[in-house]
């Protein structure tokens, strides 16, 4: 393999699970909102339910918003690395 796919490899390879860790962040903390959310629902009364449902910005609709957010840019951070990297001529020594 040459030098410069496998810089490239390399880096695709660390920005790819850099993103997949922000994705699995993200859906904790969704998961850890939900759960504390349902909480606050379970005890307080039900005339209120209307308003906490108002009130809930962090729903599917907006996971799905911040996850698209997150894969673009790692989708573009690779694309912006490849159109770099083709200014450069990699080579390696190895010891």
């Keep these: 393999m040459q030098a410069h796919e496998y810089l490239m490899q390399q880096h695709k390879r660390e920005v790819t ?3 997949k860790n922000c994705l699995k962040i993200i859906e904790d903390m969704k998961a850890d909102h939900d ?3 349902q909480k606050l629902y379970d005890n307080i009364p039900p ?3 209307s308003v906490l449902n108002t009130a809930n910005h962090f729903d599917d609709r907006k996971l799905s918003w911040i996850r ?3 894969l673009d840019g790692g989708n573009e951070s690779l694309r912006n690395f490849a159109s770099e990297m083709e200014n450069f001529s990699v080579s390696f020594i190895f010891k």
Aim: hydrophobic share 40%; proline share 0%.
């Design 35 to 37: 759960f504390h959310y």
């Design 68 to 70: 698209k957010r997150i």
């Design 17 to 19: 699970v850099f993103f």
């Design 47 to 49: 005339e209120y339910h």
